[in-house]
């Protein structure tokens, strides 16, 4: 994702955040001709936004990351596992 910018009413409080790479992975085994058993994760790396730096924007430190621009999501990785039964 590319870098991204807050442009708030008062230009003091102007704020860039950096691009940043993030890496999915999704991995299937057929266990059997009716299972398959996946794994993968989301975000792998567990990347986050650049914080915020100019204190007028961090409402007292409740919004360390911007609530208003974001290349991506707040939360980190995501990882997961799944089964796909298939009955025809």
């Given at each position: 994702y590319g870098p991204v910018s807050f442009k708030p009413d008062n230009p003091d409080n102007d704020e860039v955040f950096g691009?940043?790479?993030?890496?999915?992975?999704?991995?299937?085994?057929?266990?059997?001709?009716?299972?398959?058993?996946?794994?993968?994760?989301?975000?792998?790396?567990?990347t986050f936004p650049d914080k915020q730096t100019k204190e007028a924007n961090i409402s007292s430190g409740r919004f360390v990351y911007s609530r208003n621009v974001s290349q991506f999501g707040q939360n980190g990785g995501f990882y997961y596992g799944k089964l796909q039964l298939t009955f025809f």
């Amino acid at each position: 994702y590319g870098p991204v910018s807050f442009k708030p009413d008062n230009p003091d409080n102007d704020e860039v955040f950096g691009a940043k790479v993030l890496f999915d992975v999704d991995v299937g085994y057929q266990v059997t001709k009716n299972l398959l058993l996946t794994i993968g994760a989301d975000n792998l790396l567990d990347t986050f936004p650049d914080k915020q730096t100019k204190e007028a924007n961090i409402s007292s430190g409740r919004f360390v990351y911007s609530r208003n621009v974001s290349q991506f999501g707040q939360n980190g990785g995501f990882y997961y596992g799944k089964l796909q039964l298939t009955f025809f």
